[in-house]
């Protein structure tokens, strides 16, 4: 099944635009905040976490410790 390059870049513009949400809703949360989401693996609202969580959550791990979580 071809998918045209339109659909694609479409896709990638709709991964982008999810990740810059989940950036910005990040961007406040302190270190314990954001050590607590990574261990329990869990939104702030206890929620498990989604694929754009978790990766705005890494990059702002990296922000805050210089570090990938463990």
Do not use: Y
Not at 8 to 25: G, M, T
Request: aromatic share 8%.
């Amino acid at each position: 099944m071809n998918i045209s390059v339109a659909a694609q870049w479409a896709a990638l513009d709709d991964h982008f635009r999810e990740h810059a949400k989940q950036i910005q809703r990040f961007r406040h949360m302190g270190r314990t905040a954001v050590r607590q989401m990574w261990n329990s693996q869990t939104n702030e609202d206890g929620n498990r976490l989604s694929q754009h969580e978790r990766d705005a959550l890494i990059e702002r791990h990296c922000e805050l410790f210089g570090t990938w979580p463990m």
